[in-house]
């Protein structure tokens, strides 16, 4: 891979109020052995120290003052000028290759739209980390691809072209919170765009939001209200359809 040939990339980090988690994502995403072009953090109307700590870590600090990932997620990929936009949260934990990764799969594949990949829970019980996670991130694959018809995003650890958010940024669902923006982008990407899943590219996660009931609930009830709107626009059986019968078949990995 010569440095003629290797695109930049953009890493956004969404964050509300989770200081110490991003002062450790971006502490990792320093020790990159390919750095980021610009490391952009979206301030989401923080009221703790999230701002001063991108600032300390030299990442690009864009205030989006309406509360939710999917406007914070947008504002990110609207403000990153690197050919590749690659998303974290703020609890991720990237190894050391994690950028790396993106370039080299970006280089090997031009036809690749999107990437995604997978984690564990670093503070799950030791000895269930991977196992939760692999439950848990298999069963978002699998239910994901059938409701889509192609391939989901996992927002804890993926990029895509600029390009392909340039395509779609005018149809992603912004100004609701309760929608889950990785499934929605995922959507609005659809089956003619090339999205792979990546078992090996892999980040830490806190298992924090599968804690409790009602946190269980509310994400389940974020996806059902993901699934309806977009299926509002085209349904499942229409999805399968196009992906079925067109040469973008092909295009799915």
């Known amino acids: 891979m010569t440095a003629d040939l290797a695109p930049t990339v953009s890493v956004v ?14 502490s990792l995403l320093a020790r990159q052995t390919v750095a980021p072009l610009e490391v952009v953090v979206v301030d989401n109307a923080s009221t703790d120290a999230s701002a001063a ?18 406007a914070a997620a947008a504002t990110g990929y609207d403000a990153a000028k690197g050919a590749v936009i690659a998303r974290l949260d703020a609890d991720s934990r990237p190894g050391p290759l994690w950028v790396q990764t993106v370039v080299e799969r970006m280089v090997a594949d031009p036809g690749l739209d999107a990437l995604t990949g997978t984690g564990s829970f670093y ?20 239910l994901g691809h059938l409701a889509l018809g192609h391939i989901a995003l996992w927002g804890s650890c993926m990029a895509m072209r600029s390009s ?11 100004d609701d919170a309760e929608v889950h923006d990785d499934l929605d982008l995922a959507f609005r990407l659809g089956p003619r765009r090339r999205i792979r899943l990546d078992r090996s590219w892999r980040v830490g996660v806190s298992a924090r939001s599968l804690r409790g009931r009602r946190q269980r609930r509310r ?9 309806r709107l977009n299926w509002e626009v085209s349904p499942p059986w229409d999805r399968w359809r196009r992906r079925t019968s067109g040469p973008e078949n092909a295009r799915q990995s």
């Open 13 to 26: 980090v969404p964050v509300r109020d989770d200081a110490p988690a991003l002062d450790r994502c971006l």
């Open 164 to 174: 392909a958010w340039r395509a779609v940024r005018r149809d992603v669902v912004r």
């Open 53 to 70: 700590v991108a600032h300390r870590w030299g990442a690009v600090v864009v205030a989006e003052p309406s509360v939710g990932i999917p």
């Open 219 to 227: 994400r389940l009830d974020r996806a059902w209200r993901t699934l």
């Open 123 to 142: 503070d799950a019980p030791r000895g269930l980390r991977s196992a939760v996670a692999v439950a848990y991130l298999g069963a978002y694959y699998v």
